[in-house]
């Protein structure tokens, strides 16, 4: 990436919508991405961890402005300002009431986004969403290996409601598809809680979720080509 760079707070540009309450977001239709320059927006582990940041205190109340995320991660407040604009230009967060002068703060915008690369033929963005999809899993591990410096502090009952599953069986595509939607209408109504307090039961903190499923091994056909059929055709 090349745009890690210390920007002013104000680059001219018009200021964001300010909103007095957190837009609610259904999340069992999640928000298309269609474009790269959506994609590259978010494709930087700065703006991730920013992004986070406006999260993990709770998106429902929490906003903070460059300088208190500045201290948080420990980068300079115009590098943080320039990043936090960009991410509101493409709707990721967005202004919050409460700013002072050109002290502006920032909540995220809580949605779900879908990557489309199935059905896209667009080379540009299939690259920014691989580089997306590498920053994101880099900083889900990343978060996973942290754990585990505090995991020795957690309650018991904690200890032994978090884990994680990996193995290998045979299903066909059909039946692909309909675990990752099982899957997705289970934590559904998690997701739903971020933008809800009142939806959450006594007890309840936030909880990483990180699933893939995906062929074992490249693509073979199940009829290949006989011998006969492979044979080229003399020339005439």
């Not at 494709?43 to 109340?61: F, M, S």
């Not at 599953?165 to 289970?186: N, P, Q, R, V």
Request: proline residues 8%; contains cysteine.
């Amino acid at each position: 990436m090349t745009d890690d760079v210390n920007r002013s707070a104000d680059d001219g540009s018009p200021a964001p919508a300010q909103h007095d309450a957190p837009a609610q977001h259904d999340v069992s239709t999640p928000r298309k991405v269609t474009s790269a320059q959506e994609l590259r927006a978010l494709a930087h582990p700065l703006r991730l961890r920013l992004l986070e940041e406006l999260v993990v205190n709770d998106p429902a109340t929490d906003t903070a402005t460059a300088s208190e995320l500045a201290e948080r991660v420990g980068e300079s407040p115009a590098n943080c300002s320039w990043h936090l604009r960009q991410l509101a230009k493409f709707g990721y967060i967005e202004e919050a009431p409460g700013g002072t002068g050109r002290e502006r703060r920032w909540r995220a915008v809580i949605e779900m986004h879908d990557w489309d690369t199935a059905n896209s033929r667009d080379p540009e963005f299939l690259a920014a969403a691989d580089v997306a999809q590498d920053i994101v899993m880099d900083h889900e591990f990343q978060q996973l290996r942290q754990r585990r410096t505090w995991l020795a502090n957690e309650p018991e009952e904690w200890r032994s409601a978090a884990g994680s599953l990996s193995g290998i069986g045979w299903c066909t595509a059909e039946e692909l598809h309909e675990i990752s939607d099982k899957i997705f209408e289970i934590l559904a109504p998690s997701f739903q809680r971020l933008t809800d307090p009142e939806a959450r039961p006594d007890g309840a903190r936030l909880v990483r979720f990180v699933n893939w499923a995906i062929p074992a091994r490249p693509y073979v056909h199940d009829n290949p080509p006989t011998p006969e059929e492979t044979t080229e055709a003399p020339d005439a």
